[in-house]
């Protein structure tokens, strides 16, 4: 079956401990892309890649680290996690180009920040 | 300027009627137009994408573009409850920009 899967789905953790959400498509897609969702704010971009070794900032970078050392796997990292990334996390990924662009989503991570 | 704009709602309608939900943006470079559906706590999932002017009919969706006014609109026809849910607008820019811009989503309730 064709999916994007993350890793974990929900997440508590405390101030300043590293933590790294897994994110992982069995689609051979070249795109791969977080976004965080927060109420009144929609899902905004944190970081993407184009291809492996190929990432760059979305729009609210800050805070996060990728890395992209194998096509199906993009983890994103929190190095010192803080409050306000309490936000519900998406992965996703899609083949690219036009008429081929459909992004395909994960289930989410949910992660609080205490 | 936000570069995708919706209505937040919460937008009512009966079941049985159609619902009308409109998006702008602001790229006039823009080439590709989604619409997903977002039910509370998962997922956001495609149900249209369109490229060119126009209409574009998928059973009871109907996705409308139009460049020169930079907006895109989606119609439901026959609103079920199942519907309800958030709707996003999203944009994709020129070619070889790979980057999804989304709307912050048009919350939709269908009334039984």
């Known amino acids: 079956e064709a999916q994007v899967t993350q890793n974990p789905r929900y997440l508590i953790t405390v101030t300043g401990k590293k933590l790294t959400v897994t994110c992982s498509q069995n689609?051979?897609?070249?795109?791969m892309s977080w976004y965080r969702q927060d109420p009144g704010l929609g899902l905004r971009q944190i970081y993407y890649?184009?291809?492996?070794?190929?990432?760059d900032k979305g729009d609210v970078p800050e805070g996060y680290k990728v890395s992209r050392k194998e096509k199906r796997n993009f983890p994103l990292i929190l190095e010192s996690p803080s409050p306000n990334q309490t936000s519900l996390y998406f992965c996703?990924?899609?083949?690219?180009?036009?008429?081929?662009?459909?992004?395909?989503f994960g289930p989410g991570t949910r992660l609080t920040v205490l | 300027q936000k570069e995708v704009e919706q209505n937040s709602g919460p937008l009512s309608v009966p079941e049985g009627a159609i619902a009308s939900l409109n998006c702008t943006y602001s790229d006039r470079g823009s080439q590709s137009f989604f619409w997903y559906r977002q039910y509370s706590g998962k997922s956001p999932e495609l149900i249209m994408s369109?490229?060119?002017?126009g209409d574009k009919e998928d059973g009871r969706f109907t996705a409308q573009l139009n460049k020169a006014s930079q907006y895109v609109s989606l119609l439901i026809r026959d609103s079920q409850p199942s519907d309800s849910a958030t709707y996003l607008c999203a944009v994709k820019g020129d070619f070889g920009n790979e980057k999804l811009t989304f709307g912050t989503g048009t919350r939709l309730t269908i009334i039984p």
């Open positions: 996703a990924s899609s083949l690219g180009g036009v008429g081929t662009d459909t992004q395909y």
């Open positions: 890649s184009m291809n492996v070794e190929v990432t």
């Open positions: 369109i490229y060119s002017n």
């Open positions: 689609m051979n897609h070249e795109y």
